[in-house]
């Protein structure tokens, strides 16, 4: 293997390990708040790169649909609690929807890649929340286990909606830039460039939002003592749904970007969020750096093993997981009860 | 009435391979393959805490092996389900080694993780045929009958499933069932009466490995075709969807969950396309809804919601109808049948103040005499009388004698910091035999830590801890309670869901022998009777008579705390460490507390004891040691100690 | 509560259990519907919508299930309808590796099976089974001889790392043999990778004058980007795998130029008014596009169609010899089938006979080229 092909191997390397990274900050983001292992969070990516898809080719997607619907359900349920809920309710999920759909329907025909994009993250996104409101709320006291059982459920649930409105083929999303440039023999996209400047445009923005805002404080405060928190008079719910809500834009997100790279069908989201979620489990679902670290570790391992043996792609990335768990164990300490 | 059930089991496993038609045949059969998995999911999530998204790996190794060893080598069947239980065990022992230190969600996601990569490799190893799968699997067959009807072939299935529930309910029915239920949440206690925690549940581990390999090898024969799809993610979801909907609690909860999901799969797969005329698109969305509904709303499963209507339990049939002959005859009189007369605000000048003879002086305190030399003493006892050598248990739940004087613990410049916290900071002072040492002082003082430095629970930092003339600092929990340490907690750790005989027989884990095979096939019955005779014992002694079958968690936090008593003195400890036994006790309990442990003193034993009843302490203890910020600062007789400046200032903050 | 389900379920199953003759012929089809085969699923399910709904004027009810492309679900699939739908003969499965698993069960149970996948066996041993789509080895001459007219010597394979890959590179050493052509690389990946950019770039290091695809369906458009992003310029053949509106769709402007072969009905309409499998095609694809719009037209409705029309041969001559739901009838139903002679399909002409359960010659290969976006027969 000459540099070249070793440079465009990185390239691609990199670009997919910034997309798990991504993911893998949506994970930590949600399981330090509300202890919920998100795995769902990849199908919500296949959503992003369905939906643009679709808006794409002028039609409306089934994703819309299911988000006025969710949401009309939302709204009821809100408008009987009353009171401030039944207010913050009619703006999220009435205004909102209605608003959305009507951009939607006036503008989809237009195929305008970047208010496709737009509108895309828009649909998207509400889902999270929503998730959070009907799924994990209800239990949002049991174990990390009884939640990632019900995670799991919710993945076969989102997969079966996802078949339903987009069928099985697979979809591109539109790039946002067709260019690319020459760097010496290398050949690199503008679209992973794009990748990596969203990625870290992103980063950065998250640790300005957890810094300088109360909401992103008020998330940090949760996830470091979710007791504590509420002592002092934040929102459990409010915080679960907001955590919920940047896990899936970031979901969107990853999915329009990573969409225009390589076609997606409603069942491959979930393999791209395991990855993720391999990144994730490197920074012992605690450490943002070493989920960082983690996640371009699988993007450059997994290219540079499709060269080699790409039938044994899947098995080296996930046995991978092993050993590392094993460091993690040896660094702690003798049995610990688990109450 | 659970005989009744039982019996109409029993019924349909054999009438079904007759009287059903062959569609509900197939059907039937893979929800008898189901429910082998199940089971051992049971075992493995239900009752030892751990979990596996990776079940169906095992199915899968077992069903390759004798894929490949009957279809392409000619093996007999026999030797593909040797070769497939070997591979799948081994496999499981090495996981379990690398995954022993994981917490509940990591040990889950691992699993995830192997099952991918097995999934992956399944599919990819091109001596296993891919996704075209491998056909014409030969039928199970010994010697000329073979198994090809698949009527047999359900009879079969649910035999073996009906057999691996036997050995699962004989083995949650015994001491190694007992210790495997510490494992969920209570794993520091289990290891504080000598259980060795991270080799159970390895091995837990590979009992269910093992059932869900019986269950892949039946699959091959069965199906006759095999390709990676049934290993996959999804089934090992499936798995833990049936135990979760069926209830991991109870084996039954494994048939049961079974039965539902695969029968409404198979109903969903059939009607939901003819209703909504599109095949393939709604099924696993539906039942996947049905799944999370039956999540939030029914979190322990369907089965607790059917056994409400059956009759309540009849007292536990494993505690012997006829105990073997305790020299216990008659328990110690109790205050709780004689309440003093005085006040108890002026210790009583009876009680003595120097620890009484011990030794061959028994007979002077009236209460049941161990005499010497009784036939039947276990193997290996020594008496004490030879200075420095082990004391052994006659095996009547008697400590046997130290040398009255004996040191049993000493801590010698013992110093412990947390990220620059001194919890213990050069303490000194040692127990004897025949004696009870208070630790008192107040709230993180670094009373506990003590406790956890001396019971193995926390490493040491410096200085040296003996234990009964030996170097004891770096010893495990179990390894000190081997030794002969019991101790209790300060915040309660019982199995609230179990009964009281049952929590205390825990603490006689150590005198057994008898290992996992010999209660998967019921041969314990015989030492079960003794380990539980010596619980109900201690429960007796100790006025839990009336409540043995009482679940633990049901009791006042004050019995609680004289069940873990009574746990720790089936160990047949020689020291025993009490942290504040008294809490939540009212006082003729407290009285009747005291008396015991006055008697235990008199026998030989060694209490070292954290109290805050100052009232307890100081009519109770031959010495005291008083702690604050982690220093020892005052050490003698109560009176001593109570008239104390340093003390004083200590608990009441200077006042001059 | 297990025993009362027991009972229940025999009790329902009492209740549903048929008589051993039925009123009705029962075909049970086994297709891709979801999975990753979903999209051609979608063209054999297709034609059923217009099957006829009685055959010898016995009225014919069609029963179709999903195998979610996976082998595992079909083998479960087949075996429900054997036993408890008591069907007479198979349409389908659609899938080659569920072919494999389904065949040993219609064989034992005596069910005439109608593969439609390109799967290998042998009907002397599997006297039930046959295929009406084209072998492999017949298409790849085609696309060989087209080659071999073109002059290419060095080829590269990139293909499926599962059964399909396997066979199509087999063909293609078959033909490159034959035709003196050296194959310089064999690469392969998984249908469900969502990038083939190391394979790409592992042939094109090898520098082949042009490349041979062992792939199908969407997943075949991956290489093809690739390449055409690396900037490779030599020929794309495929095979008829390929062929599908959806290829274009997700290869867009590097599916240009690609060449495959195809059966003759995907391009009906520019087939010679000599060809005799026109006029069946186009009179089944004036229906199937009525319905479905003008890009649905794919060959895979057309292996349907096909095996509806070797059954319609069939069955009448069947029918003489047992009612439908008995052994005889599909005894006699294989029987029939077995003598099919120069029955004009729409995916070529069929000629069986006892050791040749396909029956179909080189007019059912026709060359094809993405031209413009959309299929086109290359003259």
């Known amino acids: 293997m000459d540099l070249f092909v070793f440079l465009a191997l990185l390239q691609d390397g990199i670009t997919t390990g910034a997309i798990y990274l991504l993911l893998a900050i949506g994970l930590l983001i949600v399981f330090s708040v509300t202890r919920v292992i998100f795995v769902p969070q990849g199908d919500l990516l296949a959503f992003g790169t369905l939906t643009v898809a679709s808006l794409q080719s002028g039609h409306l997607p089934g994703t819309l649909w299911l988000l006025d619907g969710v949401a009309a359900v939302a709204l009821v349920v809100s408008l009987c609690r009353g009171g401030r809920a039944a207010v913050m309710g009619v703006l999220a999920w009435g205004v909102f929807p209605l608003v959305l759909t009507l951009a939607a329907v006036l503008l989809a025909p237009y195929q305008v890649p970047a208010i496709s994009i737009l509108l895309a993250l828009a649909i998207v996104t509400p889902m999270g929340p929503l998730i959070w409101r009907f799924a994990f709320r209800p239990v949002a006291g049991a174990s990390v286990l009884a939640l990632l059982i019900l995670a799991m459920a919710l993945h076969f649930v989102l997969i079966g909606a996802g078949l339903v409105f987009f069928g099985p083929e697979e979809a591109s999303a539109p790039a946002l830039t067709e260019a690319s440039f020459d760097l010496g023999t290398l050949n690199v996209s503008d679209q992973s460039l794009a990748v990596l400047l969203c990625c870290a445009a992103l980063v950065s923005g998250l640790r300005w939002f957890f810094g300088a805002t109360i909401h992103g404080k008020a998330l940090r405060a949760t996830a470091s003592d979710r007791i504590g928190a509420r002592l002092v008079g934040i929102d459990a719910a409010a915080t679960g749904a907001l955590a919920f809500g940047l896990a899936s834009f970031i979901a969107a997100l990853a999915g329009v970007l990573i969409g225009a790279v390589t076609p997606l069908s409603y069942d491959a989201g979930f393999d791209i969020g395991l990855k993720g979620f391999v990144a994730a489990i490197m920074g012992g679902l605690v450490s943002y750096p070493m989920a960082a670290a983690g996640a371009v570790l699988v993007g450059v391992l997994e290219s540079l093993v499709s060269f080699w043996a790409s039938a044994y792609r899947e098995v080296i990335v996930f046995t991978l997981l092993i050993p590392v768990l094993v460091w993690l164990s040896l660094r702690s300490g003798s049995p610990e009860d688990r109450a | 009435m659970r005989r009744w059930f039982v019996l109409i089991v029993i019924v349909a496993i054999v009438a079904a391979p007759v009287l059903l038609p062959e569609f509900y045949v197939t059907l039937f059969g893979y929800v008898g393959l189901a429910t082998l998995v199940a089971l051992g999911l049971v075992l493995l999530t239900g009752v030892s805490g751990q979990t596996s998204f990776g079940q169906a790996t095992f199915v899968g190794i077992a069903a390759y092996s004798t894929t490949l060893l009957t279809r392409f080598e000619g093996a007999p069947p026999v030797v593909g389900l040797a070769v497939g239980l070997i591979l799948t065990g081994t496999i499981a022992w090495l996981l379990g080694l690398i995954t022993a230190r994981l917490s509940g969600h990591f040990l889950a996601l691992v699993s995830v993780a192997w099952g991918i990569s097995f999934f992956s490799l399944f599919g990819t190893l091109p001596a296993l045929h891919g996704f075209n799968g491998i056909g014409d699997i030969p039928p199970l067959r010994i010697g000329s009958l073979s198994a090809a009807n698949p009527r047999v072939n359900l009879g079969v299935i649910w035999v073996t499933a009906a057999i691996v529930m036997a050995i699962s309910a004989n083995l949650l029915d015994s001491r190694v069932g007992r210790a495997i239920r510490t494992l969920n949440g209570a794993r520091l206690m289990g290891e504080s009466v000598g259980i060795d925690t991270v080799r159970l549940s390895r091995s837990v581990f590979v009992i269910a490995a093992l059932y869900a390999g019986i269950a892949g090898f039946l699959f091959a024969h069965f199906q006759r075709f095999i390709n990676p799809t049934p290993f996959n993610l999804g089934a090992s979801i499936d798995y833990l969807f049936m135990v979760i909907i069926g209830g991991s609690e109870s084996l039954w909860g494994a048939p049961l969950g079974a039965t539902l999901v695969v029968v409404l799969r198979d109903q969903f797969n059939d009607w939901i396309p003819r209703l909504t005329g599109r095949a393939g698109d709604f099924e696993a969305l539906v039942f996947s809804l049905v799944v999370i509904l039956l999540l939030q709303r029914v979190p322990s499963g369907l089965l607790p919601l059917l056994t409400r209507f059956a009759p309540p339990r009849r007292p536990s049939a494993a505690l012997p109808r006829h105990p073997p002959a305790s020299p216990l005859r008659h328990p110690p009189a109790s205050p709780l049948r004689h309440p003093p007369a005085t006040p108890r605000r002026h210790p009583p000048a009876a009680f003595p103040r120097h620890p009484p003879a011990c030794p061959g002086d028994l007979s002077r305190q009236g209460a049941g005499v161990d005499p010497p030399d009784e036939p039947g003493d276990d193997v290996g006892a020594v008496r004490g009388d030879g200075g420095g050598a082990m004391p052994v248990d006659g095996g009547r739940g008697i400590p046997t004698l130290a040398k009255w004087g004996k040191e049993l613990l000493s801590l010698e410049g013992v110093s412990r910091n947390f990220a620059g916290l001194a919890a213990a900071r050069d303490v000194n002072f040692n127990v004897h035999a025949c004696e009870i040492v208070a630790l008192i002082g107040p709230n993180g003082a670094g009373k506990t830590t003590l406790f956890n430095l001396i019971s193995g629970v926390l490493p040491p930092g410096s200085g040296t801890i003996r234990l009964f003339g030996q170097p004891g600092g770096n010893l495990a929990p179990r390894q000190v309670a081997a030794l002969g340490v019991a101790r209790t907690f300060q915040h309660v750790k019982l199995l609230p869901a179990r009964g009281v005989l049952e929590n205390i027989a825990l603490g006689t884990h150590l005198s057994g022998r008898a290992g996992l095979w010999r209660a998967m096939l019921r041969l314990d019955r015989a030492e079960e009777a003794t380990l539980l005779a010596t619980a109900r014992e201690q429960a007796i002694r100790l006025g839990l008579g009336h409540v043995l079958d009482m679940p633990a968690g049901d009791l006042p936090l004050g019995q609680q705390r004289v069940v873990e008593i009574a746990r720790a003195l089936c160990l047949r400890p020689r020291l025993l460490l009490l942290d504040e036994p008294a809490a939540g006790l009212r006082l003729p309990e407290k009285q009747h507390l005291a008396a015991l442990l006055r008697q235990l003193r008199a026998e030989g034993m060694g209490v070292l004891l954290v109290e805050h009843d100052m009232d307890f302490v100081m009519q109770l203890a031959d010495r005291v040691i008083v702690m604050d910020f982690g220093q020892k600062i005052a050490e003698g007789p109560p009176d001593q100690v109570r008239s104390d400046p340093a003390v004083r200032e200590a608990y009441l903050g200077g006042v001059t | ?379």
Do not use: C
């Open chain 3, 1 to 379: 509560m297990r025993a009362r389900l027991f009972a229940a379920a025999a009790a329902v199953a009492f209740l549903g259990v048929s008589a051993e003759a039925q009123a009705q012929i029962k075909l049970g089809a086994i297709l891709s519907i979801s999975g990753p085969g979903a999209a051609m699923g979608v063209g054999y399910k297709g034609a059923f919508d217009f099957f006829p709904k009685e055959i010898g004027g016995v009225p014919v009810e069609y029963i179709v299930r999903d195998d979610a492309t996976d082998a595992n679900v079909g083998f479960t699939a087949a075996q429900r309808m054997i036993s408890e739908d008591h069907i007479d003969a198979f349409i389908g499965p659609s899938l080659t590796a569920t072919d494999a698993a389904v065949a040993p069960l219609a064989n034992q149970a005596h069910v005439p099976m109608l593969a439609m996948a390109p799967y290998e066996y042998d009907p002397a041993k599997q006297p039930y089974t046959f295929s009406d789509a084209q072998p492999l080895s017949l298409m790849m001459a085609a696309v060989f001889k087209y080659m071999q007219a073109h002059g290419v010597k060095q080829i590269g394979y990139i293909g499926f790392s599962d059964g399909w890959g396997d066979q199509v590179l087999a063909a293609t050493k078959q033909w490159s043999q034959t035709d003196g052509m050296t194959i310089l690389a064999d690469e392969r990946y998984a249908r469900t990778d969502t990038s083939a950019e190391a394979q790409v770039l592992k042939l094109m290091s090898v520098h082949p004058e042009a490349i041979v695809m062992g792939t199908s369906a969407t997943p075949a458009a991956l290489p093809v980007v690739a390449l055409r992003h690396r900037g490779f310029k030599g020929g794309l053949y495929g095979n008829h795998g390929i062929v599908s509106p959806a290829f274009i769709k997700v290869g867009g402007a590097a599916a240009e130029g690609v060449i495959a072969v195809t059966s003759p009905v995907v391009v009906y309409d520019q087939l010679p008014d000599s060809n005799v499998v026109k006029p069946v095609a186009a009179a089944f694809m004036a229906d199937y596009t009525k319905q479905f719009g003008p890009q649905s037209i794919n060959p895979f409705a057309g292996y349907s169609y096909d095996a509806m029309l070797l059954l319609k041969n069939a069955i009448p001559i069947a029918l003489k010899a047992g009612k439908p739901g008995t052994e005889e009838f599909r005894v006699a139903l294989r029987d029939a089938l077995e003598k099919t002679h120069e029955l004009v399909g729409v995916s070529g002409v069929y000629d069986m006979s006892p050791t040749n359960h396909n029956g179909q010659d080189a007019r059912a290969a026709v060359l094809v080229e993405v031209k413009d976006g959309a299929w086109r027969a290359i003259q």
